[in-house]
């Protein structure tokens, strides 16, 4: 009777993870389906069926961690299917409500955290533009896992990079490297991050740091383009200097770039960090990338090149 009643119980709760499965796959294709039809439009809506992290968890029935694979993959596929993104209204307004959702259901998914906090942070059209909802999941996380440094390390990053609150990113780092699981580097990091005159090695420190670390290949590609992107402000930023200081001795622009080498600014002229040379216009002194290279250029705040400038005069002195 009661292996029975055992066998009658395991072939109900294989049943239920069954359907449970079925409901779950079930979510994406669905929705699809409603978006395949309104693409007819110019605006793809932009609609979640559940957008309750709460509700969301009632529904799953025990299988939190399942479900949060399933909302996991469709927060990847909303985050990066771009033409899709640039039709709706707001191109990432429910990204920060699946990561809600994903992070609710299963707590322990890191990566959620992690690259979640990348995507909403990141300016328009590379991310949401949303680095305060950035923090808040990065603070739900550390609420769950005060002891992973990396969260902490991601807190700093969000506010050094996209919320210029300097202040902030070096007591997150600081905080971080408290903890005996994080590497020596931190401390150092957090040095730099409450010294505003240590931004412009700070910022690279970041991106490098966020480059070997990262396990996901999309995070990389994206700190190898502010990497990237650095270095183009770099460039520009010494080339524009020194293209004054030319002016400034000659009374003109030179008529070509080398003339800043045969003069003695520069030892030789760069070129941007794939190769191409940078595009010069002696009339107004005006240098620029080449509209054929092969570098993505991100944004990178003004306060980077400021601070960059600063550094390059007190060197030139």
């Known amino acids: 009777m009661n292996t029975r009643k055992l066998a009658n119980n395991g072939a109900r709760a294989r049943a239920l993870l069954g359907t449970c499965v079925v409901l779950a796959l079930l979510i994406k294709p669905v929705q699809d389906r409603v978006e395949a039809r309104l693409g007819q439009q110019s605006i793809v809506a932009d609609q979640l069926y559940f957008g309750s992290p709460a509700a969301v968890k009632k529904m799953s029935l025990g299988y939190e961690c399942l479900l949060a694979d399933v909302y996991w993959m469709r927060t990847i596929q909303y985050y990066g299917r771009r033409g899709e993104a640039a039709k709706r209204p707001v191109r990432y307004k429910n990204l920060g409500t699946l990561l809600d959702i994903t992070t609710t259901l299963d707590p322990d998914l890191l990566d959620a955290y992690r690259a979640g906090s990348s995507f ?68 150092g990091l957090a040095a730099m991050g409450l010294s505003r005159s240590g931004a412009v090695q700070t910022a690279k420190t970041l991106w490098q740091h966020q480059y070997h670390e990262s396990n996901r290949a999309d995070v990389k590609e994206n700190a190898r383009n502010h990497l990237l992107s650095i270095q183009v402000v770099e460039d520009l930023s010494t080339l524009e200097f020194f293209l004054n200081k030319y002016r400034e001795r000659t009374g003109s622009f030179p008529q070509r770039l080398d003339d800043l080498v045969r003069a003695g600014f520069l030892r030789y002229i760069p070129r941007d960090p794939l190769g191409t040379p ?20 991100l944004d990178v705040p003004e306060a980077y090149r400021e601070a960059y400038l600063e550094r390059i005069a007190r060197l030139y002195q």
């Open 278 to 297: 940078y595009q010069y216009d002696p009339k107004i002194g005006e240098i620029r990338l080449d509209p054929q290279t092969k570098v993505r250029r």
């Open 120 to 187: 909403l942070a990141e300016a328009d059209p590379i991310g949401a533009g949303q680095p305060r909802e950035a923090i808040k999941l990065l603070d739900k996380g550390i609420s769950r896992h005060p002891l992973q440094w990396r969260l902490w390390f991601d807190k700093g990053f969000v506010y050094f990079w996209f919320l210029k609150d300097f202040k902030s990113a070096g007591e997150a780092w600081l905080a971080a490297s408290r903890l005996s699981t994080a590497p020596p580097w931190m401390e």
